[in-house]
């Protein structure tokens, strides 16, 4: 069936540093995209989210990018922080399905201080 | 405001029994999806109700069930317990039916042993 994956497990980056984290997805049928961050021992926090007839989306600190020829969706965040310290998921949202939000594998962003 | 609660937090089954999981949806909140995360699978959607009533249904067995009340509150029953059912057990709430912006509780830690 339809998935939406994750480039690299793990992502680490110095603090201060930009941050980019990328996912492929394969239902060019998708309504919306979605960037979730799932730290330790809590559920999902919701980041940001873009429509699919847009391409770039900002929001506090984090920029989300989608290129719907290479079906790629990323999420950029600006000068890394400690708390940023988590595991990202993509995930992808069909109307006209039955399989409300498909989440990606996720990766794992880790600050260097 | 209260975010999404989940109840109970930790929970250790045998095999072949069955359980009952709680998830409260933030308030004016209406509809409620369940997801199951393991390692192996990463998150994937179980079911959703909105106004009472399942909008969708992932791929899972009938073991599988689940029911929203009219104060929007919502339960998920597993029966028969399987060791492969051990799972971190996500709820998520949204204003609306499958809101992309859905807020998700710190999750039931299920054991099946």
Redesign the interface.
């Known amino acids: 069936g339809e998935s939406v994956g994750l480039h690299l497990p793990t992502l680490s980056v110095q603090e201060g540093d930009n941050s980019i984290i990328n996912c492929a997805y394969s239902n060019s049928a998708s309504d919306y995209f979605i960037w979730y961050k799932q730290e330790s021992g809590k559920g999902p926090q919701f980041i940001i989210d873009i429509r699919s007839n847009m391409d770039k989306r900002q929001g506090q600190r984090v920029t989300v990018l989608l290129n719907k020829t290479v079906k790629h969706l990323s999420l950029q965040i600006a000068a890394t922080q400690p708390g940023d310290s988590a595991v990202y998921f993509c995930a992808e949202y069909y109307g006209g399905g039955a399989d409300g939000l498909t989440f990606g594998k996720g990766t794992h962003l880790i600050i260097q201080p | 405001k209260a975010g ?1 609660t989940q109840t109970p937090r930790y929970l250790i089954k045998t095999r072949g029994q069955q359980v009952t999981l709680s998830c409260s949806p933030i308030s004016g909140h209406r509809s409620v ?1 369940w ?1 199951q995360q393991t390692p192996g699978q ?4 179980l ?2 109700y909105f106004s009472e009533t399942q909008r ?4 899972f067995p009938g073991r599988f069930s689940g029911r929203q009340f009219s104060n929007s509150r919502s339960e998920m029953n597993v029966s028969t317990l399987e060791l492969g059912d051990s799972a971190l057990y ?1 709820c ?1 709430s949204s204003l609306a039916a ?1 809101n ?8 039931t830690r299920l054991t099946v042993v």
């Open positions: 999404v999806s997801y990463g998150l994937q959607f079911f959703e969708n249904k992932g791929n996500l998520a499958l992309t912006e859905a807020f998700f509780g710190q999750g």
